[in-house]
């Protein structure tokens, strides 16, 4: 008697081995493409949130908070039209009388602080705080001053709005 002896297979086919293959590529690729769209979106924000008008706007309103309250509280004068504020201050802690003055302005493109002496009128210096201003008025509310800003390098633009109170006497 001839008879075959009949074995189940153990191993696995080629066609079962290259479905299993294409089956592992097709993830593999989904999830590739989740960590690429994951990533570019992180990128595109940390632009937006590093860019020069958010980190200038940043320190334009540091800046301006710092100077107005630092200023004496007894006088300022505000541009009519909102273009220009100019604050008095003392030079140092010792002094008795207001000697000192900043002005805030905007001028090509750039929010500028002018420093300088009261008595004789004269500059002192002059610092650029940020570029890229599209905008920039002030006005009182209140007891405070009011800066709006609005930087824009073509790409992004960002508007900033702060209020600060002179604090000395």
């Not at 201050?89 to 905007?106: G, I, L, M």
Request: a negative charge; aromatic letters at 10%; charged letters at 20%.
């Amino acid at each position: 008697m001839n008879r075959k002896r009949q074995i189940a297979s153990s191993g696995f086919t080629i066609v079962e081995l290259i479905i299993a293959e294409l089956v592992l590529v097709v993830v593999g690729f989904a999830i590739g493409a989740v960590i690429v769209n994951a990533q570019s979106g992180w990128n595109v924000m940390y632009d937006k949130m590093n860019s020069d008008v958010i980190t200038d706007g940043y320190v334009a309103r540091k800046k301006f908070d710092a100077v107005m309250r630092n200023a004496s509280s007894q006088k300022y004068i505000l541009d009519g039209a909102g273009d220009w504020v100019e604050v008095y201050y003392y030079a140092d802690d010792s002094s008795t009388v207001v000697d000192r003055y900043a002005r805030f302005y905007e001028s090509d493109g750039a929010l500028n602080i002018e420093y300088g002496q009261l008595d004789p009128r004269a500059t002192l210096d002059v610092e650029t705080v940020c570029k890229n201003v599209s905008d920039c008025t002030f006005k009182q509310v209140g007891r405070s001053v009011q800066m709006t800003l609005t930087l824009d390098n073509k790409t992004q633009a960002n508007t900033i709005v702060s209020s600060a109170v002179t604090h000395n006497q």
